[in-house]
């Protein structure tokens, strides 16, 4: 109630009343609500299409609060209420639709703006690099996997472009609480895309710079060959341009031997001839040399190679027999050292069978040739045998022990029933004829549940070449190791006297 009010309140609101009521006699500002300032309230209450009761009721304290800040009497009140600190601030619709507006502009030019140029920045560089690696797909395959690099997915600017235009829309239909919720995620995907554009642009630039002295990298990202040879100079000058010390160490000859054929070729006036043609026969061959010396020499750049290779090979060894019966992490293994070890001079042919025939082929891509080269590596490793015998310990490993493997077996069975049976020796002639067929299921049984992991660290400790006879070998070995064994005789040994199989 206004006469209730505080002297020290009453009095800010009569000088209120004076200034914009402006009655006559002006109120005598003593803090005392009485009927003149009573009256005053009514007037001011009536500028504001109020009910004029001339008390100080919520809707009233809105208006004196309105003009103490704007020095005047508004019908229209403020109806969206903001707490900044600890005061709560007022706005009508229209101030709140021009402070709206207000804020969107500063959204739309400063966050947004900001997102949509890293979207643009990816895009550009993303369409830039796409077409740049299936124009010149074999440097830039060897960019890319001495580098260890891929261009990034398309998705991955797709998805964030989304989110940028939810946001856009959020923005332009006025909907700032769901341009509040949308925003960070959108942002972070921007940020996102053009930070891993840019580290694959550095990556290329990088690696092409330096990939043969003959290479140059030009303002615009676009590779150009001004020579096919790289000079003569030691690998390890040339930095991170891995591929450079194998091109020259490994394909030299190879190259030299191209370039002499195509320039044969050019003088013999063939009608197929094309300085772009005859440069790319020049690099795919160099390129070839340069992978193989790679497998020779090993190397960062080879690794990444090999992983590059291992990631088309995987997929297709997974669907063979017996290596389908391995686990992600020792097929994983197995392909490793299939590529490196097991198979290199597979591997060898298999990239020189696959560049040979990349050179008449006009739509050659980065990974299309690295599917061919699986598919030749996979037809001509002769994996047939390493998955057969994985197969066969798998269906039916007693069948596969040799009878020192098996005696050692039953000599744990034996020992135990002998035990057993308090102190009476027991032999194979002893036990019921069932007994030898459940020992055969046990070790079927136990060598199947073991045979992954064994075949994982089969793959950890070996090194070089390895023949199928000597894999088999090496298999058995680990498969009935002495613990193994005991481990078996043991559970064999305590199935035989459950099921009573020995006589009392």
Request: with cysteine; net charge positive.
């Amino acid at each position: 109630m206004a006469s209730q009010m505080p002297p020290a309140k009453a009095k800010k609101l009569q000088e209120l009343l004076n200034r914009i009521v402006k009655p006559r006699p002006p109120l005598e500002v003593d803090g005392i609500i009485g009927d003149k300032t009573k009256d005053a309230i009514k007037q001011m209450q009536g500028m504001a299409g109020l009910k004029k009761s001339g008390e100080v009721d919520s809707e009233t304290a809105a208006v004196i609060a309105r003009g103490l800040k704007t020095g005047s009497i508004e019908k229209e009140q403020p109806e969206y209420f903001f707490k900044v600190g600890s005061k709560w601030i007022g706005m009508t619709k229209k101030e709140y639709a021009a402070y709206k507006k207000q804020m969107v502009d500063k959204l739309r030019s400063g966050p947004l703006m900001q997102m949509r140029m890293n979207l643009i920045a990816a895009e550009s560089d993303w369409d830039h690099f796409d077409k740049q690696n299936k124009d010149q797909w074999f440097v830039a395959f060897c960019i890319e996997t001495t580098r260890g690099i891929d261009l990034p997915p398309k998705g991955m600017i797709t998805k964030a472009q989304a989110a940028y235009k939810q946001c856009e829309s959020a923005l332009s239909s006025g909907d700032l609480s769901k341009f509040h919720k949308l925003y960070p995620n959108a942002e972070k995907l921007a940020n996102d895309a053009a930070v891993e554009m840019r580290r694959y642009r550095e990556n290329m630039i990088d690696g092409g710079g330096n990939w043969v002295t003959g290479l140059t990298f030009t303002k615009t990202g676009a590779f150009t060959f001004v020579g096919v040879f790289a000079a003569p100079v030691a690998g390890a000058a040339l930095g991170t341009g891995v591929v450079a010390s194998a091109m020259i160490g490994g394909a030299a000859v190879s190259a030299t031997q191209s370039a002499a054929g195509e320039l044969g070729n050019w003088s013999a006036g063939d009608k197929n001839f094309s300085v772009g043609g005859a440069i790319k026969n020049t690099i795919i061959d160099g390129g070839v040399g340069a992978i193989v010396g790679f497998f020779n020499k090993g190397g960062a750049g080879g690794k990444n190679i090999v992983e590059a290779l291992s990631a088309r090979v995987l997929p297709k060894l997974a669907k063979e027999t017996g290596f389908k019966l391995l686990s992600s992490t020792s097929l994983k293994k197995a392909t490793a050292y299939l590529i490196t070890e097991g198979f290199k001079k597979t591997l060898e042919d298999a990239v020189k069978d696959v560049a040979a025939a990349a050179k008449g082929d006009k739509t050659m891509t980065i990974d299309k040739f690295l599917d061919n080269l699986a598919v030749n590596f996979m037809k001509g490793a002769a994996m047939g045998p390493f998955g057969k015998i994985i197969g066969d310990f798998a269906k039916k490993a007693s069948s596969k022990l040799d009878s020192k493997d098996k005696q050692k077996i039953w000599d744990v069975v034996l020992n135990e029933l002998s035990k057993q049976a308090k102190g009476k020796t027991i032999h194979i002639g002893d036990i019921n004829d069932r007994a030898e067929a459940l020992v055969e299921k046990i070790i079927n049984d136990q060598i199947s549940k073991n045979l992954d992991q064994v075949i994982s660290e089969i793959y950890d400790k070996v090194s070089g070449p390895m023949s199928p006879a000597a894999f088999e070998q090496m298999l058995r070995d680990k498969l009935v190791s002495p613990a193994r064994a005991k481990a078996m005789g043991l559970m064999a040994a305590q199935e035989i006297k459950k099921k009573k199989m020995v006589p009392a």
